[in-house]
């Protein structure tokens, strides 16, 4: 990788101080050991010399850096709450070009450090890692638990050769193992925590089978609407698995529960045409109480703003596994108009699923976010309010 200490200037413990810091500002590092892990785990042992970074917020670093030619730049990317591209398209892309499908990446602190303050690992703990990646959070894991207490599972060869590379590098523990993530490790089971990296939407029962009654597993839940979030669950027994939620969060989908992420309009001609009196801009940053609400009762379903001319709309589109032609709507509201004017397509009628959902949650009170949890066993996976024996919506897959 070149040098292996920062340019002058700069120093490791100051790069860390000044992340840490940020972090602790922004609400996303609350225990002071993870200050220490981001010490005892260097994040540029796990980060490439030329790398595409994403910003996780306005002021992070963002673009190419490479350590030989902007060693200052590289450095302060770094440790920075940025994302580092690892892979794109599944290894048939461009990782330095930052176009793509981005399919692997050293996360972002700024959401490494909330799942690792939910999953809460102990010493002596027994972890399970879905979605090694880097390996950075496998050894921060390892560093919390214990040698020889984490086994982080990476679906890609190419991928997992890497982060063995990096784990040797930074001396950790950590044992990782080429697989499929959603059958877990039955071989080391059962386990006292499950952490997972990768967005899913179906929760693999293997996970709740493989993990001791008490233990908990923590992931980003995306089944829709408009982003992940983070997911808590504790475990019952072998089929059950209860928790709640405590905030966003948007993750590269696990691959085989992967759906097309872009809105496509078709058949306009066979379209059904209406009005409507909500505005667009309800949905725009709805309460994210209503939006589990709308997960729950519009299954498979994304959508996103737009602005223009003076006027908002909203599209909508079914998660339908890369088909060509599945269902979609669009509310249009004219600058001064009334109404908005409606248009939908297909086997589903999207926007008025979604105008039913909200109007539901009106109608219960408008319940917070706080307020929701979810359960998962054999018969799928249902959202609750308020308590797991109460009002309760079975989410449709």
């Not at 048939?92 to 499908?101: C, H, I, N, V, Y």
């Amino acid at each position: 990788m070149g040098a292996v200490t920062p340019p002058d200037g700069f120093t490791f413990d100051g790069l860390v101080a000044k992340l840490a810091a940020h972090l602790r500002a922004r609400g996303s590092l609350t225990d002071a050991r993870w200050e220490e892990a981001l010490r005892a785990v260097p994040r540029h042992l796990f980060a490439p010399a030329a790398a595409w970074f994403t910003s996780n917020h306005a002021s992070a670093p963002r673009g190419r850096f490479a350590l030989d030619d902007e060693p200052a730049a590289w450095w302060t990317a770094v440790y920075a709450d940025t994302s580092v591209v690892l892979q794109t398209d599944d290894g048939a892309g461009d990782p330095l070009s930052g176009k793509g499908l981005f399919s692997s990446s050293v996360s972002a602190p700024g959401i490494v450090f909330p799942f690792l303050e939910l999953l809460a690992p102990q010493k002596g703990d027994r972890i399970l890692e879905i979605g090694t990646g880097s390996g950075w959070t496998a050894a921060l894991l390892s560093w919390a638990a214990g040698a020889n207490s984490v086994i982080s599972i990476e679906v890609d060869p190419e991928m997992a050769a890497r982060a063995a590379a990096n784990l040797r590098k930074a001396g950790s523990a950590a044992q990782l193992v080429v697989g499929d993530g959603v059958k877990g490790w039955p071989e080391q089971a059962p386990f006292d925590r499950v952490h997972v990296t990768v967005g899913v939407s179906d929760i693999p029962m293997a996970w709740i089978e493989q993990t001791r009654p008490g233990g908990v597993i923590v992931l980003p839940w995306h089944a829709g609407g408009l982003v992940g979030h983070q997911l808590r669950l504790k475990v019952v027994n072998e089929t059950t698995a209860v928790g709640r939620f405590h905030g966003t969060a948007s993750y590269m989908m696990l691959r085989e529960q992967r759906y097309n992420t872009r809105w496509s309009g078709h058949h306009h001609e066979a379209a059904h045409r209406s009005t409507t009196r909500i505005s667009p801009r309800t949905f725009w940053d709805m309460d994210l109480g209503a939006q589990l609400l709308c997960i729950a009762l519009v299954p498979r379903v994304s959508w996103y703003d737009v602005s223009e001319d003076g006027g908002d709309s909203l599209l909508l589109y079914e998660l339908d596994d890369h088909a060509a032609e599945g269902s979609w709507a669009a509310c249009d509201l004219k600058a001064g108009a009334a109404e908005a004017e409606v248009t939908q397509y297909g086997d589903r009628r999207l926007w008025d699923e979604l105008s039913s959902a909200y109007r539901q949650w009106i109608s219960l009170g408008r319940p917070g976010y706080d307020r929701f949890g979810l359960t998962v066993d054999p018969a799928g996976i249902q959202l609750w309010l308020d308590h797991p024996s109460a009002r309760t919506w079975k989410m449709q897959t």
